[in-house]
């Protein structure tokens, strides 16, 4: 099947998706020529920009396995990116058959994707909505109906908040969706900085997501990172890289080469 042959209607496969730039950097098969070449030009300014992506993905891994150890069996998922190994309604089932997830995200090729692998999974579902929109998404009538924000869950936004530039619309974001959690709740968060990157090197970053479907990539601060996990309880080890956070043995094959760095956290609702 060629390219085109596949291409959801609506979907423009000459311009770069981040979900499938994402998937390539995972080695994975659901991305395009315009992917591969977007994803190689980053690999060229961040030399471990493939190693990063592999070590966040891997902490979501560990952070559902944690949290689901802590009694949690409901997962909402924003901006999940297409399906790969590991998934979070994977590891979840492992700590807790039957643990409800949703998945959000308005990437076509997504929805796709994850409607095709969870058809015959009741307890998962996949609904398609912009997170830039907490009272929508958080309304839907889909996720109400599939979770109970009566009860603790867990909310993941992996590697996509240095997608939205204006940290305004970022803090209300964070904001609005700790808002709805109830006590017992967790917030688990991975966010790209700059790491060991030069200003011009960030720049052309910059200038190659704003030719994506994403249209920019911004990273932040530490600061500005701890700052979506105040008034939370922070699991150990706290806010740290993706590489570190509860890994038994650490990869430095995961560390890679000087470039770019992504936070972590898991914090709980008091």
């Not at 770069?16 to 020529?33: C, I, T």
């Not at 991975?190 to 720049?203: I, P």
């Amino acid at each position: 099947m060629t390219e085109q042959e596949w291409v959801p209607a609506g979907v423009d496969p000459t311009v770069p998706s981040v979900a499938r730039m994402y998937d390539y950097l995972l080695d994975g098969k659901d991305n395009f020529a315009a992917d591969r070449a977007a994803a190689a030009h980053i690999m060229q300014l961040s030399p471990n920009a493939k190693e990063i992506a592999q070590a966040n993905r891997a902490f979501l891994g560990r952070a559902v396995h944690a949290v689901a150890e802590s009694g949690i069996r409901q997962f909402l998922d924003l901006g999940t990116g297409l399906p790969t190994q590991e998934n979070v309604h994977q590891v979840a089932a492992r700590v807790s058959p039957g643990s409800r997830v949703v998945y959000v995200d308005n990437d076509p090729i997504v929805l796709v994707h994850a409607r095709a692998l969870l058809a015959e999974n009741a307890d998962t579902i996949v609904v398609e909505a912009d997170m830039r929109e907490p009272k929508a998404v958080l309304g839907h009538p889909e996720i109400t109906g599939h979770l109970d924000f009566g009860q603790p869950l867990a909310v993941l936004m992996l590697a996509v908040l240095h997608f939205i530039p204006d940290d305004d619309v970022v803090e209300g974001l964070v904001r609005g969706v700790r808002e709805v959690l109830p006590s017992g709740s967790y917030l688990i968060i991975s966010h790209v900085t700059v790491g060991e990157l030069e200003g011009d090197v960030v720049g052309e970053g910059r200038e190659v997501y704003s030719r994506t479907s994403a249209g920019n990539l911004t990273p932040r601060t530490r600061e500005q990172v701890a700052g979506f996990f105040e008034g939370l309880e922070l699991m150990e080890p706290g806010l740290v890289s993706t590489t570190e956070w509860r890994a038994e043995v650490l990869d430095p094959s995961l560390a890679g080469p000087g470039g770019a760095d992504i936070l972590c956290g898991v914090g709980r609702v008091p």
